[in-house]
Antibody, heavy 126, light 108 residues
Framework: HVQLVQSGAEVKRPGASVNISCEAS????????LHWVRQAPGQGLEWMGV????????TYAQKFQGRVTMTADTSASTVYLTLPGLTSEDTAVYFC???????????????????WGQGTLVIVSS | DIQMTQSPSSLSASVGDRVTITCRAS??????LNWYQQKPGKAPKVLIY???NLQSGVPSRFSGSGSGTDFTLTISSLQPEDFATYYC??????????FGPGTKVDMK
């Protein structure tokens, strides 16, 4: 069964960097892209970007361009999110989610995020 | 980037009520609109994809409609397990996705 398992919670000092992993299982890793979405305490979902395990440059939300790095290791079926220069505003739960694609009866292609990892809490505090 | 808005930001309702949540895109996104439900401490779960297609296993009291820029999620008869936060998400500008700000449905 398809599963995404993320690394554990992190507590970081301001200015530090965090690296979060998301290991996929239950499907061919290179078939689907993987997205990162974060959620600050009490706030909504914020899409950060997507990485295609087959290669090519990741696509980042404008807000995170030049700051975040998303990579994929096909040998480990794992994607990674690296966020340097942490501030208190980066305190959030970080989710990975698989890009799911379905072709409907009219050949229309639908895309959504499923499944999701369990989330990784990152706390930035001095 | 395509911006998404939702209204209301929160609502209070009772079991059995009909609930309607609206989502608007800053430009036409055809029918590339998904709805998610999120409960506290959990990852979101897709309810509706492609504006009106019910995901497998999702109760039929959930329905979606709309196209272009305006979309609606309707819960025909609210159940206790439906108290949650609902998000719309556009996939039109794939691989770039955008979420709406969310609508929290709580108990009146």
């Amino acid at each position: 069964h398809v599963q995404l398992v993320q690394s554990g919670a992190e507590v970081k000092r301001p200015g530090a960097s965090v690296n979060i992993s998301c290991e996929a299982s239950g499907y061919t890793f290179t078939t689907y892209s993987l997205h990162w979405v974060r959620q600050a305490p009490g706030q909504g979902l914020e899409w950060m970007g997507v990485v295609d395990p087959r290669g090519g440059a990741p696509t980042y939300a404008q807000k995170f361009q030049g700051r975040v790095t998303m990579t994929a290791d096909t040998s480990a079926s794992t994607v990674y999110l690296t966020l340097p220069g942490l501030t208190s505003e980066d305190t959030a739960v970080y989710f990975c989610a698989r890009d799911f694609q379905f072709t409907g009866s009219s050949s229309r292609i639908y895309k959504w995020l499923e499944p999701w990892g369990q989330g990784t809490l990152v706390i930035v505090s001095s | 980037d395509i911006q998404m808005t939702q209204s209301p930001s929160s609502l209070s309702a009772s079991v059995g009520d009909r609930v309607t949540i609206t989502c608007r895109a800053s430009q036409s996104i055809s029918r590339d609109l998904n709805w998610y439900q999120q409960k506290p401490g959990k990852a979101p779960k897709v309810l509706i994809y492609g504006a009106f297609n019910l995901q497998s296993g999702v109760p039929s009291r959930f329905s979606g409609s709309g196209s272009g820029t305006d979309f609606t999620l309707t819960i025909s008869s609210l159940q206790p397990e439906d108290f949650a936060t609902y998000y719309c998400q556009q996939s039109y500008s794939t691989p770039l996705f955008t979420f709406g700000p969310g609508t929290k449905v709580d108990m009146k």
